[in-house]
């Protein structure tokens, strides 16, 4: 193995190239194709940051709508895949489901998709459009309603909450929720856009890539800590436990959930987005406490982590449980709304890999026995 490096968690490692999303954790800052993440959340929907992380470019108006009412006509679900959510075993959990679908929708979508290592994902739109729909469809199974067909006439983020509720948002929700998308909408080479681009550099399906993806992201490492964020508040109570809990998190030196990343080193420019997102609802509701305590945990923790030298702050997980149960959003959705919205930075991922492929396989250290004599079965000891 000359000249090669080895690095746990290849923290570190130089894996490829990409022309997708740029984050500067130093300064907080992020961008998807050029554009910084603030003017995307504040002005773009999320059909046309799909449409950017895809081609490359932000869509003219003409383009756009064409784009739009493609995806648009993807949302409905196939009467099999309907069946498969109705039939999907109790104990499973929604990851589990979206997963299995992924793979399953190759077979049973009303387009004609070529199984091939030049298979067009972009055309088809579906692997895009559908998780929200089948996800939506999982909870009001769930609740014992049926399956509500999808909106045209309504953004990515409305139909989504339109579908759960079976009632339209008014203007602010669907307009936090569609941003709330696009600001999950890619992240660089994390542990699910990697593994997505691993298997497509076998020159496997977009479905399978993306399928494994989503395993990689159901884990509580990656995808899982909006959840707990969640739980933290809600075994907190009310805010003025805050002080107490903080204390005794820092004497027992356990994590808060939400706070800390391996590339930023400064506030999770998306933990500020989403911090006004919560403001926002929680003055609409008039439900403050989980903006309060959240507010209060980081201003007593900021100084105890700073006097340490401990470059932790806020990510994007820290306030974007709490705005999805202001939108009516149960806990058990959290991690597929992350799924939901990510479709697209994986897509253009599994694209970008396949412009110049080569298949990944890095070399491992063996620490393993060294070679040794055969014994046939009888005479092992
Ligand atoms: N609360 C308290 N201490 C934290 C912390 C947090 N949220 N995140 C990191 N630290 C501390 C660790 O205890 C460790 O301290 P030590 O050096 O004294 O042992 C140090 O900071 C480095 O942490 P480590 O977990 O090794 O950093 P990492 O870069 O491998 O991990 C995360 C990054 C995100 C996994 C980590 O910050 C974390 O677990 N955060 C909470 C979960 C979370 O919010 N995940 C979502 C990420 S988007």
């Not at 890999?353 to 396989?361: G, K, L, M, T, V």
């Amino acid at each position: 193995m000359a000249n090669a490096t080895f690095a746990k968690g290849l923290e570190g490692v130089v894996a490829g190239e990409s022309g997708i999303s740029l984050i500067d954790g130093e300064k907080g800052r992020l961008s998807y194709r050029g554009y910084s993440i603030e003017d995307l959340a504040a002005h773009s929907s999320y059909e046309e940051v799909v449409y950017l992380l895809l081609y490359g470019k932000l869509p003219t108006r003409y383009v756009f709508d064409e784009f739009s009412l493609r995806m648009r006509a993807s949302r409905p679900l196939h009467p099999k895949v309907i069946r498969m959510i109705r039939d999907f075993p109790e104990g499973g959990k929604p990851m589990e489901l979206l997963q299995s679908v992924m793979a399953y929708l190759s077979g049973y979508v009303e387009h004609r998709i070529e199984h091939s290592s030049t298979c067009n994902c972009r055309q088809t739109l579906h692997q895009v459009a559908q998780l929200a729909t089948v996800a939506a469809t999982y909870h009001r199974f769930k609740q014992g309603l049926d399956y509500l067909a999808p909106r045209a006439d309504l953004s990515h983020g409305a139909n989504f909450l339109y579908m759960l509720r079976g009632r339209e948002p008014d203007a602010d929700e669907g307009r936090i929720m569609d941003a709330s998308f696009v600001l999950h909408a890619e992240h660089g080479f994390n542990a699910s856009t990697f593994t997505a681009r691993v298997v497509a550099s076998t020159l496997s399906t977009c479905y399978c890539s993306i399928a494994a993806a989503i395993g990689a992201l159901y884990g509580s490492l990656h995808g899982g800590a909006n959840e707990k964020v969640f739980d933290m508040l809600e075994s907190i109570g009310s805010v003025d436990k805050v002080e107490a809990w903080v204390g005794k998190a820092f004497e027992e030196a356990q994590k808060i959930m939400g706070m800390g990343h391996r590339i930023y080193k400064t506030k999770d420019p998306r933990s500020k987005i989403m911090e006004g997102f919560l403001e926002k609802l929680s003055e609409k509701t008039g439900r403050h406490e989980h903006l309060d305590m959240l507010r209060r945990i980081e201003e007593l923790a900021t100084p105890k982590f700073e006097s340490k030298d401990k470059k932790i702050y806020p990510n994007v997980d820290y306030y974007s449980g709490s705005v999805y149960h202001l939108l009516g959003i149960p806990k058990y959705l959290f991690v597929p709304i992350f799924a939901i919205a990510r479709i697209p930075g994986w897509l253009a991922h599994i694209l970008e890999q396949r412009e110049e492929n080569r298949i990944f396989r890095p070399d491992s250290v063996y620490v393993g026995p060294e070679e040794r004599a055969y014994a046939p079965i009888e005479e092992r000891g």
